[in-house]
């Protein structure tokens, strides 16, 4: 099983990829190894989702336009979860200053 990316990564994403893929081949057929990794990718998918990709939200539309333009022709939305969806449609629902 190979990993793609609809557009190409960043040297350093590439390499955590790859690293990835790695750990994936030496689980292979190890549902209880393959748990653990799908867990520790889960833990740093919160962190990075509750920390700093929240705190970059779009507040305005314009910078949710610009934000689903980028989704629409890079492909890919990670899986966010129902609460930082409201979050964000409750920011975007303020008047913009």
Avoid at 36 to 51: D, N, V
Wanted: no cysteine.
């Amino acid at each position: 099983m190979t990993l793609e990316s609809p557009a190409p990564l960043d040297p350093d994403l590439d390499a955590i990829a790859a690293a990835v893929q790695v750990a994936l081949a030496k689980r292979q057929g190890d549902s209880l190894r393959l748990l653990h990794l799908l867990r520790l990718l889960e833990q740093l998918h919160r962190a990075i989702q509750e920390g700093p990709f929240a705190d970059t939200l779009p507040t305005t539309r314009h910078d949710l336009y610009a934000l689903l333009q980028d989704i629409e022709t890079q492909g890919g939305w990670p899986y966010i979860y129902r609460r930082s969806l409201h979050s964000l449609m409750a920011n975007l629902l303020e008047p913009e200053a």
